[in-house]
């Protein structure tokens, strides 16, 4: 299933993206974005990968309603590699999204190291709505 969903995402985001730059899944304890990322990459092999370039602490759950943005930014380690300043669009692929404090916490990590402001930025979730619905891209 999740290779079937994940070409069905990489199809979509390359109709709706198709000048995308960037992508980049925040770092996760959970591999589940993995294969949604590596099909867009392959879809379009000119498209940049920020993930490698973070980790995580281990210390902080983004699903953990006591956690902040700000425990967020502190539980990412960035070692930037990627000059980011000439993008004018990215990609964020998540597993999943609740609160959007995972998402928020690399956006300013990737502003504070030179993203522009005037870079598009996209998410992608594959979400499965229901217990009856097709998988459908959120």
């Known amino acids: 299933m999740v290779r079937t969903y994940s070409g069905q995402l990489a199809a ?17 304890t959970r591999l589940d974005a993995a294969p949604y990322r590596e099909a ?14 973070f980790d995580r602490a281990k210390n902080v759950k983004a699903g953990d309603p006591r956690s902040t943005v700000k425990d967020m930014v502190s539980e990412f380690l960035y070692r930037p590699v990627t000059k980011l300043s000439d993008f004018k669009s990215l990609l964020i ?18 502003y504070a190291n030179g993203l522009s402001q005037e ?11 229901g217990p009856r619905t097709e998988a459908t891209p959120a």
């Open 93 to 110: 692929v998540d597993e999943s999204i609740s609160t959007g404090k995972s998402v928020a916490a690399l956006l300013q990590h990737l």
């Open 119 to 129: 870079c598009q930025i996209t998410v992608a979730v594959w979400a499965k709505l």
């Open 12 to 28: 979509i985001v390359g109709q709706a993206a198709p000048s995308l730059q960037a992508v980049v899944s925040p770092p996760s």
């Open 40 to 53: 867009i990459l392959r879809s379009q092999p000119t498209v940049a990968d920020l993930s490698r370039e």
